[in-house]
């Protein structure tokens, strides 16, 4: 393992930590659970404070854990394992607040389907998560002739309606963010990167019309300092030969919790009835590592008489399936981005509530793919709402030593994917 300290491999020669990374992994692990969290935490608050919402309580526990993670040589695991899911807990609060930030600014979320093809004429697809750079540039792209397109986790954002009114908002181009180099080379048009994921380009090969804005950034790519003005990446968009009239298959998306709560009373008469036995969620971080496939497959086997809720961009390993519906109930739910977890965790809680049970106690069960740091956060989240049964993978987080993965599988029975066969006969006949 590495030490954040003293930037030395722990316990190794210079690690100034001797009594406490450098000889115990265990807390070394729970200090980089922190610090992957933390940084989740944050590319969250980030988008909330863009949009004008902070909250005091989660900027204090930013301070106070790194403080505790970086200059607290004295602590002991209880202490650590504590802060690890008060980290869960700060993570809810601000996946919230960026939730009222979005709808206050963008309205709720309603479902809607998105054509993945291409219209004729100039094009730029955005990247990333930043819906307020794709509002400016929707309102500057507007009556210009050219078509702006998402990609990855901007796919949700065709739901909010002060998007979705602009109809040069011309579809989803693409899949998931490991995807980038093949399709933005394949693409013809222009490209703005917001916020994270996003690849070097291979030997240049779109660079020359690669914008990137705020925090994002990529060595020779073109920079633009303010989101109120993108005419140069506009001037560029439409220098470029242009896309072709290439209709694709739709997609739904926009299952905000304000949307499928909505439809609450249809789907618990459909569970009390029978006709939905269970709910998976299954999404999360995607990647190219092998055995990521497993999520497709998995999904392609859950029963028709069960429901799949899907978030973040592990969405696209499945999410051009048709998987039909249960009495108008679509057996797909796109709740949206990696944030939207806020919104699932919303609508298990609903659930619950219907039936007088816990979350733990619902005919539902996470199925998790695993990457970065927001991630992370999620999961610590999961963790601190004591969610149990839990399955991730493809394979467990590298940072979690051995004792601290066995302590949460005994603890909250998490659980590590083997085939997805195998997986699902063990969930639904439990």
């Known amino acids: 393992m590495f030490c954040y300290q003293c930037e030395q491999t722990a316990g190794g020669t210079g690690c100034t930590r001797v009594g406490v990374c450098g000889k115990n992994e265990d807390i070394q692990s729970l200090q980089d659970t922190l610090l992957f969290g933390l940084k989740g935490i944050a590319a969250y608050a980030y988008h909330a404070r863009e949009l004008g919402a902070i909250d005091k309580e989660v900027d204090a526990f930013m301070h106070e854990a790194l403080f505790k993670t970086v200059t607290n040589v004295s602590f002991d695991i209880n202490q650590y394992i504590e802060l690890v899911l008060?980290?869960?807990?700060?993570?809810?609060?601000?996946?919230?607040?960026?939730?009222?930030?979005h709808t206050r600014k963008f309205g709720n979320p309603v479902p809607v389907e998105v054509e993945t093809g291409t219209k004729k004429g100039p094009g730029i697809i955005i990247t990333g998560h930043d819906l307020l750079d794709l509002y400016g540039l929707l309102n500057q792209t507007e009556n210009t002739g050219v078509n702006v397109y998402t990609h990855g986790e901007m796919l949700p954002s065709h739901g909010y309606p002060e998007l979705k009114k602009f109809k040069h908002l011309a579809g989803n181009y693409g899949g998931a963010w490991q995807e980038q180099k093949k399709e933005f080379k394949e693409f013809p048009g222009a490209i703005l990167a917001t916020t994270n994921c996003i690849l070097i380009p291979p030997e240049n090969a779109y660079l020359d019309r690669l914008f990137t804005i705020g925090i994002t950034g990529v060595p020779g790519s073109r920079r633009i300092q303010d989101r109120k003005d993108f005419s140069e990446l506009i001037e560029k968009a439409k220098s470029l030969p242009g896309l072709p009239e290439a209709p694709g298959k739709k997609i739904m998306t926009g299952f905000h919790h304000t949307a499928v709560l909505g439809l609450a009373d249809k789907v618990i008469g459909a569970v009390k009835s029978g006709k939905i036995k269970h709910f998976f969620l299954i999404g999360g971080c995607d990647g190219a590592k092998a055995g990521r496939n497993?999520?497709?497959?998995?999904?392609?086997?859950?029963?028709?008489?069960?429901?799949?809720?899907?978030?973040?961009?592990?969405?696209?390993?499945?999410?051009?399936?048709?998987?039909?519906?249960?009495?108008?109930?679509?057996?797909?739910?796109?709740?949206?981005?990696?944030?939207?977890?806020?919104?699932?965790?919303?609508?298990?809680?609903?659930l619950a509530g219907a039936f007088k049970t816990d979350?733990?106690?619902?005919?539902?069960?996470?199925?998790?793919?695993?990457?970065?740091?927001?991630?992370?956060?999620?999961?610590l989240s999961l963790l601190y709402l004591n969610i149990k049964g839990m399955y991730i993978g493809p394979t467990p987080p590298a940072f979690l030593s051995k004792n601290v993965f066995g302590v949460l599988q005994e603890k909250f029975d998490l659980r590590l994917v083997t085939n997805p066969k195998d997986d699902l006969a063990k969930i639904l006949n439990k």
């Open 86 to 101: 008060k980290c869960g807990y700060i993570n809810i609060k601000v996946m919230e607040l960026l939730d009222k930030a």
């Open 359 to 379: 979350v733990n106690g619902l005919p539902l069960t996470l199925v998790l793919s695993w990457f970065e740091q927001k991630a992370v956060a999620i999961l």
């Open 294 to 350: 497993y999520y497709t497959e998995f999904a392609e086997l859950v029963p028709k008489d069960c429901v799949i809720l899907t978030l973040a961009c592990g969405k696209y390993r499945f999410n051009k399936l048709d998987f039909g519906n249960i009495d108008g109930i679509p057996r797909l739910i796109d709740v949206g981005q990696c944030n939207n977890a806020y919104s699932a965790i919303k609508i298990a809680e609903a």
